[in-house]
């Protein structure tokens, strides 16, 4: 089984709809992040969240929200979805004992928004 | 404030040939450096990372890397391309373990 799962993998939605993707990760990490993945723009961090009780925002937040539920589960909402919003969503988790922050990631997400 | 640049958007090499992925990166502290690849429809896997001693690092599939510190480079190499290659790579940053930062990426075309 996989380390890291994403769900849903392919979503399709309306314009202002409410949205959630979800993350569990089985490495017993603590650290998790959010990325959205657009031709040409690479990985853009959304949220990130270093424990339970430790989120804090990426360089792309507005728009997005997140729960940290326990420590292998960390949900993306969309509170309103948007055209632009279409993209490529990915899930990570690293270990704060490795001091080099190397993330593992999940299969990702497709979202579409009408 | 770190960066990294990766050129060329896509890449196209002969089966057999040289593959070669150009990456530079700024950073205001000595920083941990990797390569991911990403697999049609899958998520990034590590491909090989530096950190601190031995400056040519040795991936998976035959991948490797030279971290040139007075260039601030990390250049992804291979020396005989394969058509399981193709793929997208990305060269990322990461200042001494926080919040790393990955490059726009590389997609590798492998042609028969």
């Known amino acids: 089984d996989a380390d890291v799962t994403q769900t849903p993998r392919n979503r399709i939605t309306k314009t202002g709809k409410r949205i959630m993707l979800e993350c569990s990760q089985t490495?017993?990490?603590?650290?998790m992040y959010w990325y959205r993945q657009d031709p040409g723009l690479g990985l853009q961090l959304i949220y990130y969240?270093?424990?339970?009780?430790?989120?804090n925002k990426g360089e792309i937040s507005d728009g997005y929200s997140v729960s940290r539920q326990a420590q292998a589960k960390f949900s993306l909402s969309l509170e309103s979805a948007i055209p632009n919003q279409t993209a490529l969503y990915f899930c990570?988790?690293?270990?704060?004992?490795?001091?080099?922050?190397?993330?593992?990631f999940g299969p990702g997400t497709r979202l579409t928004v009408l | 404030a770190q960066s990294v640049t990766q050129l060329g958007s896509h890449v196209s090499v002969s089966e057999g040939a040289l593959v070669l992925l150009r990456c530079n990166y700024s950073?205001?502290?000595?920083?941990?450096l990797f390569w991911y690849v990403q697999y049609p429809n899958q998520g990034l896997q590590l491909l090989l990372k530096?950190?601190?001693?031995?400056?040519l690092v040795k991936g998976i599939n035959g991948f490797e890397a030279e971290f040139k510190k007075s260039e601030t480079s990390f250049h992804l190499t291979k020396p005989s391309a394969h058509m399981s290659d193709a793929a997208e790579y990305f060269c990322?940053?990461?200042?001494?373990?926080?919040?790393?930062?990955f490059g726009a990426g590389t997609r590798l075309f492998v042609k028969a």
């Open positions: 990322a940053v990461s200042p001494r373990g926080f919040k790393t930062i």
């Open positions: 950073s205001s502290v000595p920083p941990y």
């Open positions: 530096y950190t601190t001693g031995a400056t």
């Open positions: 969240s270093f424990d339970v009780k430790d989120i």
């Open positions: 490495k017993g990490h603590d650290r």
């Open positions: 990570a988790t690293s270990d704060s004992v490795d001091s080099t922050d190397t993330q593992y």
